[in-house]
């Protein structure tokens, strides 16, 4: 069975950072890409960051420059680098794999089949 376990949560004031951690467990890194998304209160989900299995990443606009994400294939972990935090950046955090549908080596629609529980973060001004 799959599980996603993410980490490294908490709350920092505006400019600091965090770094999150994605544990997985009975799932081997193949081709599939892994992501990071987030969800705020009464807001969409949206993308943050992914990693293709050649450690190709794409980000989301907002975060671009700030934002690292990375993969330790020998250790089942996916990582988010968040430095410069903004208030903006306070959601949930999710890691997802497993994705069913590429295009351009880059998944889409987040159609990943593995999703984590989350982890909360909250930049404060």
């Known amino acids: 069975q799959v599980q996603l376990v993410e980490s490294g949560g908490g709350s920092v004031q505006a400019g600091g950072s965090l770094r999150l951690s994605c544990a997985a467990s009975?799932?081997?890194?193949?081709?599939?890409?892994m992501g990071w998304f987030r969800r705020a209160p009464g807001k969409e989900r949206e993308e943050v960051a992914q990693?293709?299995?050649?450690?190709?990443?794409t980000y989301a606009d907002a975060v671009k420059g700030r934002f690292t994400i990375s993969q330790d294939n020998d250790k089942n972990t996916l990582y988010l680098q968040m430095d410069s935090l903004k208030p903006e950046d306070t959601s949930m955090y999710y890691c997802a794999a497993g994705c069913t549908y590429l295009s351009g080596g880059y998944c889409v629609r987040a159609s990943y089949i593995f999703w984590g529980q989350g982890t909360q973060v909250t930049v404060s001004s």
């Open positions: 009975g799932y081997t890194y193949s081709r599939s890409p």
């Open positions: 990693i293709r299995d050649d450690g190709r990443t």
